[in-house]
């Protein structure tokens, strides 16, 4: 078996084919397809946003203040003179750096936290399941609220809060795949010849687990960023001068009659991302349902 013109061994032909198909699958949903090239959009501009924004993102300039668009200002300016456009392509960057450190946190305490609950099973199951339910009690967004609210608004703080609330998904979904793989013959064989209990987590029942979680998490990422945006709106997130998408909704309350263009253009941003994370987290769903890929 040969791919352009390179000999691959015959170990890897399923491996090859799966990945055909899987790719096949992507290309017969359109909705997909555009998922991922809003998705791929949003990270081009998070990556060159200080490349092509034609303003300094939190520079006042009280002369030219609402301002509608126009050539010089695409998206006008604020009730501050501050370039629209420009805020935007930054906020681009907030959403991004605030989506990847809620995913790596909020995923890596839910994946362990679910790994060693299904893993020991018992009163530690017993304990950590009882906390995540009490977690799970709350509406997200009400319970982020709070924890954003007792440590003080800030990126830092907005971060934190939503992963804290977060986590809980993860754990459930990691419990069950270790329940399940902690049973199989592999493992049983790893605890005859005396492996610790560590050993067999890290290495076999942990790596089995993080492929659904990963998942979860493409499905999250929308989510993840109307909570954020929910929390700047409220005053809860990030500060001004920052220029965060749902904080910029909020300046613009009070201009929506006149000067709509403040609030509409950060508020499409996030419903554009949104929309684009939620057609591919459906459409990786989707791939990866077993009826679909037969």
């Known amino acids: 078996m040969r791919i352009l013109g390179i000999p691959v061994p015959e170990s890897y032909k399923p ?4 990945l055909k198909h899987t790719m096949y699958l992507w290309r017969k949903s359109r909705l997909t397809m555009v998922g991922t090239i809003i998705v791929l959009a949003f990270l081009m501009v998070a990556i060159v946003a200080p490349f092509v924004a034609p303003y300094d993102p ?25 370039d629209i456009f420009s805020r935007v ?3 681009s960057r907030i959403a991004l750096w605030i989506i990847l450190l809620v995913s790596l946190i909020s995923g890596g305490v839910g994946t362990m936290i679910g790994v060693f609950s299904g893993y020991f099973g018992g009163i ?32 830092t703080n907005t971060i934190i809060a939503i992963s804290l609330v977060y986590w809980t998904r993860y754990a459930r ?13 592999y493992i049983e064989a790893e605890k005859a010849i005396g492996a610790s209990h560590l050993r067999i987590i890290f290495l076999h029942v942990l790596p089995m687990c993080i492929s659904p979680v990963l998942v979860q998490l493409t499905l999250r990422m929308g989510t ?16 001004p001068p ?13 201009y929506l009659v006149d000067q709509w263009w403040i609030s509409t253009f950060p508020g499409l941003a996030i419903a554009i991302v949104v929309l684009g994370f939620n057609l591919l987290g459906d459409g990786i769903r989707d791939m990866l349902d077993p009826r679909l890929r037969r």
């Open 242 to 254: 920052t220029p965060e998408w749902g904080a910029m909704v909020s300046d613009g309350r009070n």
């Open 58 to 82: 939190i520079e006042q300039n009280l002369k030219e203040k609402l301002l509608p668009p126009s050539r010089e200002h695409l998206f006008g300016t604020d009730q501050f003179g501050r």
């Open 224 to 239: 993840i960023i109307l909570t954020a945006a929910g929390l700047g709106f409220l005053g809860l997130g990030a500060q």
């Open 15 to 18: 491996m090859i084919e799966d």
């Open 124 to 155: 530690v199951d017993e304990i950590l399941m009882r906390i995540t339910d009490m977690f799970l009690a709350f509406p997200g967004l009400v319970l982020a609220m709070a924890f954003a609210a007792a440590m003080g608004p800030s990126l």
């Open 89 to 91: 392509l930054y906020g």
């Open 173 to 185: 979904l990691a419990r069950a795949e270790a329940m399940r793989v902690k049973n199989m013959e």
